[in-house]
């Protein structure tokens, strides 16, 4: 459950901590104080889209704090575990949101996306808006209130999972099941180009190789003159050589008085007498490979020539004809391989439809079952809330073709007179009925809920009087096993809280805040009094105030 809320900084809250308790928290203060803020606020730490205009004006940035105790909520931990976030049966998110609108999220310390602040959430808090019944009026909110209450979410989850996988199957088998004239014609084309390139059959290195000889076979007979010379140049000449040169050099020196300088010189000397002599070796072993073959040119010349027109018909560089070759005969491959293919991709849809059909059906038994038994929940919720004569009903009827929510479509009808047929929810043409309808189905939903805290803002909106006392009941009862919190402008709902927060707001001539206090039993009996009797408090409000709390 949520044991402490802060807020820095967020909207007109400069600072705010709060302490929470399990049970039902009402909250309670005039309009435009900013009752939501402290729910808008804990949005923002569940993945809620956030913005500059989120800092309070003069403000750097804004943070929020909200600490849970999820020692009682195994899907949390495991959650947090899986992550590798657990923190000893605590979990502490936080939110920062700066003036430029830049947003970070925190888990138990660790910055977190927004995605894992959501997913998280969903194990944490369950929020019913004001705005619920207009959710009412679309059949997707049907289907998932039905789900909930049958409890069988993960079997949904994978009744989406199994449709998912076989549509996608299905559509790539009606792919290869329609190969038309243009495909023919490719797999013709194919064959023939990769034929071709089968027979030059080109190796890995063999356009190198051919360059590099071709190179040397072209000018053989320039490469023997020349390195013929520079053998005589560097050794092999009769004289004056470099290799005799040299010697004659350090010679010459040998004779000198010994000295640093001219032995340095002379070990220089030897070093390049080395180096020309090994360079001589080197290039008479060359000179002895280079061979004038005129047969051997033009047979070298005569496979460049194929590799070069070949990779002008492709279009492509002669270095990416084996990339070419390769690419074309994976093609071929696949289309020729499509008849195995497609029978085997036949019987893969058949099989995942049947396990997807098996599941679906398995959903559908269960919803029929929680249909029947929220049918006779509502109706009582709904005799409860003033509406003895209306009759609620979960319609499930079987949808034209297989969807990714299951074999049927899910909808909400009502009949809020005997003797009247069952109409959707949309065309109710009370805004009263509707809110009472939206709050019977909220009940009895968070009945079944595993969130531990569940948060109602300003859902008895068009309720007042003894239906009003209804509702602060049944808020009550399910404030006695989770934790609840309501925002609410009726005394009746108020009055049943176990907690009772007050908002205020503080204007002066620079700027507006709000502040949430918790109020004991004296500043608890004076706002009930409010509550009922508006701006001018009297006795008579303060001792019907103390007589819905229940104080004499």
């Not at 007109?12 to 435009?32: H, K, Y």
């Not at 391989?337 to 497609?342: G, N």
Request: proline share 2%.
């Amino acid at each position: 459950m949520l044991t402490q809320l802060t807020i820095r900084n967020y909207a007109i809250v400069e600072s705010l901590d709060l302490e929470l308790s399990q049970g039902m928290t009402a909250i309670s203060g005039e309009t435009g104080a900013g009752k939501s803020i402290m729910l808008d606020a804990l949005g923002l730490t569940l993945g809620d889209r956030a913005d500059s205009g989120s800092v309070r004006q003069g403000a750097e940035r804004a943070e929020i704090i909200a600490s849970f105790d999820i020692s009682a909520l195994p899907s949390a931990h495991q959650w947090l575990t899986e992550q590798e976030l657990d923190l000893d049966g605590d979990c502490i998110v936080r939110r920062v949101i700066t003036k430029e609108g830049r947003s970070r999220g925190y888990i138990n310390g660790q910055p977190s996306p927004l995605s894992s602040l959501k997913e998280l959430g969903e194990h944490l808090i369950a929020i019913h808006g004001q705005h619920e019944h207009q959710r009412l009026m679309k059949k997707e909110h049907h289907r998932e209130l039905l789900d909930q209450f049958a409890q069988q979410q993960s079997l949904a989850s994978k009744v989406r999972q199994l449709y998912t996988q076989w549509h996608e199957q299905k559509q790539h088998l009606e792919r290869l099941q329609t190969l038309d004239d243009e495909a023919q014609a490719r797999l013709q084309l194919l064959s023939y180009q990769v034929e071709e390139l089968n027979q030059l059959a080109l190796g890995d290195d063999e356009l190198s190789t051919l360059e590099v000889e071709h190179q040397e076979l072209s000018q053989a007979g320039q490469i023997l003159q020349n390195g013929h010379h520079a053998l005589s140049l560097t050794a092999d000449g009769e004289q004056d050589n470099c290799y005799q040169l040299l010697h004659q050099a350090i010679h010459q020196l040998i004779e000198l008085p010994k000295g640093a300088a001219t032995e340095q010189v002379i070990d220089l000397l030897s070093s390049a007498q080395i180096q020309i002599e090994e360079a001589n070796q080197e290039l008479r072993h060359y000179l002895d490979r280079v061979d004038i073959n005129p047969a051997r040119l033009t047979e070298v010349e005569e496979r460049l020539s194929s590799i070069y027109e070949m990779a002008r018909k492709h279009r492509v560089s002669a270095k990416e004809l084996p990339r070419l070759h390769t690419q074309l005969a994976e093609e071929l491959a696949s289309l020729n391989s499509s008849d195995e293919a497609i029978a085997s991709l036949e019987a893969e849809v058949k099989a995942l439809f049947e396990r997807y059909k098996q599941h679906a059906d398995k959903l559908s038994k269960a919803r029929q079952k929680a249909a029947k038994k929220l049918n006779a929940l509502i109706d009582t919720e709904l005799s409860e809330l003033g509406m003895p004569a209306a009759s609620f009903i979960a319609t499930l009827n079987e949808a034209a073709k297989p969807t990714p929510y299951g074999l049927e479509e899910i909808e909400f009808l009502i009949a809020t007179n005997r003797g009247q047929p069952a109409r959707a929810l949309g065309k109710i043409a009370s805004g009263g009925e509707l809110s009472r309808i939206s709050l019977a189905i909220q009940v009895i939903t968070a009945q079944t809920a595993t969130t531990p805290t569940l948060i109602f803002d300003e859902v008895d909106v068009g309720i007042g009087g003894a239906i009003a006392e209804v509702v602060g009941q049944k808020l009550r009862q399910l404030g006695e096993r989770s934790q609840v919190m309501c925002v609410t402008h009726q005394p009746q709902v108020a009055s049943q809280g176990h907690q009772h927060l007050f908002v205020s707001k503080k204007a002066s001539r620079s700027n507006t805040q709000t502040q949430i206090n918790a109020l004991q039993q004296k500043d608890r009996i004076e706002e009930i009094a409010r509550m009922l009797g508006g701006i001018d408090v009297t006795q008579r409000s303060r001792e019907h105030a103390r007589e819905m709390l229940g104080l004499g």
